[in-house]
């Protein structure tokens, strides 16, 4: 069975930093595009970051460029988002999701990790 | 970026009712568009890939077309499950761009 677990997420004053992470079973991690997508609450989904299976590609949407990075350790099954400078428009539910390659469609979705930046 | 724009943004529907929902991409994506479902609470569902392919599981009702700019989501006969949010999004270039959204409420 595909899951993939995020934690990490909390309350943080703005200017603050928090880190992400994203645990994956089930299915091969290794070779898969990897993604964090974003919903604020009562809003739409707002595509975040993109790393590619080697982590050597990474992009990023102009909201967090510069302020936020993506990674990964396949030793680990693991997917990871940095975010610094954190502004109150980042709260959100972060969603960690899985696409087989970097032109395919989204397959797998997590359940999410609330980010909340208030004072 | 390349922007899309669904419509409605909320639409009232009966069971047994179909429905068509519209995504309009501002540039050419060719088929590299994919729909979802959110219901309250839940993460997002695949249902549809490459603008008319079903996913997996997903039921016979739903069904997709268009290419280049224009697309749609048709549900031939709306059931009680089907009542959520659906989002297109196109996946042409890296930057993964949703439409804003189709809310189907029950009428």
């Known amino acids: 069975e595909v899951q993939l677990v995020e934690s990490g997420g909390g309350v943080v004053q703005p200017g603050g930093s928090l880190r992400l992470s994203c645990a994956a079973s089930?299915?091969?991690?290794?070779?898969?595009?990897m993604h964090w997508v974003r919903q604020a609450p009562g809003k739409g989904l707002e595509w975040v970051s993109l790393?590619?299976?080697?982590?050597?590609?990474?992009y990023y949407a102009d909201s967090v460029r510069g302020r936020f990075t993506i990674s990964r350790d396949n030793s680990k099954n693991s997917l990871y988002l940095q975010m610094n400078r954190l502004r109150a428009e980042d709260t959100a539910l972060y969603y960690c999701?899985?696409?087989?390659?970097?032109?395919?469609?989204?397959?797998?979705w997590g359940q999410g990790t609330l980010v909340t930046v208030s004072p | 970026d390349i922007q899309m724009t669904q419509s409605p943004s909320t639409l009232s529907a009966s069971v047994g009712d179909r429905v068509t929902i519209t995504c309009r991409a501002s540039q050419s994506i060719n088929r590299w568009l994919a729909w979802y479902q959110q219901k309250p609470g839940k993460a997002p569902k695949l249902l549809i890939y490459?603008?008319?392919n079903l996913e997996s599981g997903v039921p016979l009702r739903f069904s997709g077309s268009g290419s280049g700019t224009e697309f749609t989501l048709t549900i031939s006969s709306l059931q009680p499950d089907d009542f959520a949010t659906y989002y297109c999004?196109?996946?042409?270039?890296?930057?993964?761009?949703f439409g804003q959204g189709t809310k189907v409420e029950i009428k």
């Open positions: 490459k603008a008319s």
């Open positions: 790393i590619s299976w080697d982590g050597d590609s990474t």
């Open positions: 999004q196109q996946y042409n270039t890296y930057s993964r761009t």
């Open positions: 089930g299915f091969n991690f290794d070779v898969s595009t």
């Open positions: 999701v899985r696409s087989t390659a970097s032109y395919y469609p989204f397959d797998y």
